[in-house]
């Protein structure tokens, strides 16, 4: 009886988003009820949020000068433009670190945050999580690639959603060579997105291994966007231009 009063007392204890929403829906079959083509939707949005964000910001400044915390000053400021382009009321929202709590560690240990992630307001655990890593030149890539075979394909990420995507922000290099080597590494084949025409936004399909007492998605449909800073001139640059 003791050791059963152990065992019991190391077992993991549910959160509240496990008890409200135990069968949370693929967020992507929930926006696709809403528009046919909310990927195409959600992906705009981060597009839109970034051209902004290069406006507002970056423009500003020399980003070689400014590198300390790069990848957390450039991720919680782009949620607010991002924010900001979200115009008609969509039913999700998008949210800095927001916590995956279906595959975390026993308590007290943190769940996982992917840095962005798109909630469905109704239904909350079902989330569109996006990872972001600096590149710091085109071969900078393990870290990414690790966020995919580590956290995404392992539920850690996406646990309800056929889908997630990647923010690499490049510091140096080529965006096509840094895909080269991203498709190399996991390995994967990535894909043009044709909806993103024209932007450094790639796509890999994947098979994932589902818990045996889970129902999440097995295929898993991964964006890839490079956004090069290296093409984002700071206001002293632009200054000392002849």
């Not at 990927?39 to 507002?56: A, F, H, N, P, R």
Request: with cysteine; glycine share 4%.
């Amino acid at each position: 009886m003791a050791r059963r009063r152990i065992i019991a007392s190391h077992s993991k204890r549910r959160t509240i988003p496990e008890s409200v929403w135990p069968d949370a829906q693929d967020f992507v079959k929930l926006a696709m009820h809403w528009q046919s083509d909310a990927t195409k939707i959600l992906w705009g949005y981060v597009w839109q949020g970034w051209d902004s964000y290069c406006t507002k910001v970056l423009s500003k400044v020399d980003v070689s000068e400014v590198d300390d915390q790069l990848e957390r000053m450039i991720t919680q400021d782009l949620e607010l433009d991002i924010r900001h382009v979200m115009g008609g009321f969509p039913p999700f929202m998008i949210q800095h670190e927001r916590f995956e709590e279906q595959e975390r560690s026993q308590s007290p240990a943190r769940p996982k945050q992917p840095d962005l992630t798109f909630v469905w307001y109704e239904y909350r655990s079902s989330k569109y999580p996006l990872e972001a890593k600096v590149l710091r030149s085109d071969n900078d890539v393990k870290a990414y690639v690790e966020e995919i075979t580590e956290n995404f394909l392992k539920f850690r990420y996406a646990p309800f959603t056929s889908e997630g995507g990647m923010l690499g922000y490049l510091l140096k290099g080529s965006a096509k060579k840094a895909f080269d080597n991203i498709a190399a590494t996991v390995p994967c084949t990535l894909s043009d997105y044709p909806d993103c025409a024209g932007r450094d936004h790639r796509i890999s399909d994947h098979d994932r291994v589902v818990p045996v007492d889970k129902q999440y998605p097995a295929k898993f449909r991964c964006h890839h966007l490079l956004l090069q800073l290296t093409k984002k001139t700071g206001a002293k640059k632009l200054e000392e231009s002849p």
